[in-house]
């Protein structure tokens, strides 16, 4: 079982849809959460950190479960610019140094 | 503001011959690594480096060495490069010696081939 779990996807949605990744993640022991954004062929860019009270930057809403060890990434009024892979990412202390697990990513197509 | 630079971009190689990839940050962070990212699977870390001088193996360091001699440069050096080995590699960079919530900044990748 990988460490992170996504959907691979793609996802495609039209213009103004609402659209939501969920990942999963197996170590309870896990630290921090985060979402990265990866367009193609391209670097990782921090989209968002995760909160167990849940936060939201614009468009974007992000939910931790702990108990459940569930995060989610919601986005309202998709935009074609939203065109991406999502990463979902865990910071887990192991081995003697704080390491990030990333997922495999889910990919999003936005349509007009 | 350059923020992490690697070279080269692109690179195809045969088996059995040696390499170096360059990661250079001017961000004066502590933090540096070197990840792997292959079609279907996560970022996979390679080594990484909390200062000068020291470095440390990740998840997947076998066939792979790194140095750390000054703040700014991280190269990856393949000894022996292996068809296994190709991928598209990020080196990255963060301030401090722990995530935490701080972002990890990437370079733009090096897309590596070996035949």
């Known amino acids: 079982r990988k460490e992170v779990e996504q959907d691979p996807g793609p996802f495609n949605v039209p213009e103004g849809a609402t659209v939501a990744f969920n990942c999963t993640y197996s170590n309870s022991a896990s630290q921090s959460f985060f979402w990265y954004r990866q367009d193609c062929r391209k670097e990782p860019k921090l989209l968002m950190s995760v909160y167990s009270s849940g936060n939201e930057d614009g468009r974007f809403t992000a939910q931790l479960n702990r108990a459940s060890q569930y995060i989610s990434l919601l986005i309202r009024d998709s935009k074609l610019s939203d065109s991406a892979t999502y990463l979902c990412v865990v910071l887990l202390f192991s081995g003697g140094y704080n390491k990030l697990i990333f997922g495999a990513g889910t990919r999003l197509a936005v349509h007009p | 503001n350059a923020g992490v630079t690697q070279t080269p971009k692109f690179q195809v190689l045969k088996t059995g011959q040696s390499m170096t990839l360059q990661c250079a940050q001017d961000?004066?962070?502590?933090?540096m690594s070197w990840y792997r990212q292959d079609p279907g699977m996560g970022l996979r870390l390679i080594h990484y480096s909390v200062g000068a001088g020291i470095t440390d193996q990740g998840e997947v360091p076998n066939g792979y060495n790194v140095s750390r001699s000054t703040t700014e440069d991280f190269p990856l050096r393949l000894l022996s490069a292996a068809p296994s080995q190709t991928s598209v590699y990020f080196c990255?960079?963060?301030?401090?010696?722990?995530?935490?919530?701080?972002?990890?900044?990437f370079g733009d990748g090096t897309r590596l081939s070996i035949l």
């Open positions: 990255a960079s963060s301030p401090g010696t722990g995530y935490s919530n701080q972002p990890q900044h």
């Open positions: 961000m004066n962070h502590e933090y």
